[in-house]
């Protein structure tokens, strides 16, 4: 589905530019305040800032810009929500006629964000990780209703057998 296209690009391109959301949303002094107490609650002995700053940037904000960090809440889970979210888009449309190759790439991926979403429930954010996991679901179906033009069928080859030569003319297509 995402093959030759521009598809892939803009996937890339839609889930850094609606992290933005996510991160921005992470700066406000409530979810800081909300994600510092529980990690303070989930590990006791991050008494003091310099610890809790350390646990951050270990276990859940590895993303750092000049030793600041970028996001408090989970980037991880945004973009792999975007990611199933556009991809799940491409199920609602005509144009999908090849859904092996993309149910195993959403299955994966529904996989992973299971796994990503559990971790930072447990470890990091508690119940904020909902808060990039719905933003991220829905702008990457957003994404995908906007873009609707680079969902390609996978069988868009086109083979027609020239008589005088015995060879096979196919138009690919592509980008």
Not at 124 to 144: E, K, R, T
Request: with cysteine.
């Amino acid at each position: 589905m995402i093959q030759k296209t521009m598809g892939g690009a803009l996937l890339a391109i839609g889930a850094l530019l609606t992290s933005i959301i996510t991160a921005g949303l992470s700066q406000f002094d409530v979810i800081k305040t909300y994600i510092q107490d529980y990690r303070k609650e989930k590990d006791t002995t991050l008494d003091d800032d310099a610890k809790l700053i350390l646990y951050s940037m270990a276990h859940c904000n590895i993303l750092t810009l000049n030793n600041h960090i970028i996001s408090n809440l989970p980037i991880s889970t945004h973009i792999l929500s975007f990611m199933v979210g556009y991809i799940s888009y491409g199920f609602t449309i005509e144009y999908t006629n090849n859904y092996s190759v993309s149910i195993i790439l959403l299955s994966i991926l529904v996989v992973f964000l299971l796994i990503d979403t559990i971790y930072n429930y447990l470890q990091c954010s508690g119940a904020l990780v909902l808060i990039p996991l719905i933003i991220g679901g829905l702008c990457g179906w957003g994404w995908g209703a906007a873009n609707k033009s680079s969902y390609v069928n996978a069988h868009t080859e086109k083979c027609e057998l020239n008589s005088t030569k015995k060879i096979y003319g196919c138009k690919m297509r592509g980008v």
